[in-house]
């Protein structure tokens, strides 16, 4: 079984080759999904996540995520303190995941990890794949997601590995900026590719 890491900066068109992967029939485990449920009532993060940050509570036993995003950008000295709590519990239900998929034995599952390389997760990965746009569409899809302003993508990239970093530790680059038939393409020879080449030649 063929690990392989699938990452990419804000609105660079992450989520649509996740879905893309998908429709073909690969497993997928979403990091950002596992931390909207950590942080989720009755999640194993709520307890330490509002030690952190008391005023996050969604008064229904959740933390409000707006309020976590907000004061990180405003105390960047909180980022690490609560990245150390969610972190190794995403890393471990990952983990936990791909033994799980272990028993059914796919040729390849894919990790969907926003922030891949930040958090050395490529250690855990075969081969990473890194979806790119140019700098306009990115900005222009960013900029219609709520609550979005200037102000906030500008930090939001500056706590990411930049792009070009990515695109070159990357084994493969999927382009989304000029149209899902494009991206299919290029998700089908980086499958063909990486089964072609194996697990030994990772």
Known sequence: MIRLGLTGSIAMGKTTAANMLRDRGVPVHDSDAVVHRLMSNGGEAVTAVLALFPNADDGNGGINRKVIADEV?????????????IHPLVRHDREAWADYMDDDAPPI?????????????????????????????????????????????NNILKAQTPDKMKRQHADYVIPTGYGKTVTGWYIDQMMADILLRGKENA
């Open 73 to 85: 950008f405003q105390q960047p000295e909180k980022r690490a303190k609560l990245e150390a709590i």
């Open 109 to 153: 599952i894919v990790f969907d990890i926003p922030l891949l390389y930040e958090t050395r997760s490529q250690d855990f990965c075969d081969y990473v794949a890194v979806v790119s746009a140019p700098s306009w569409a990115q900005k222009t899809r960013a900029m219609q997601r709520d609550g979005m302003s200037e102000e906030k993508l």
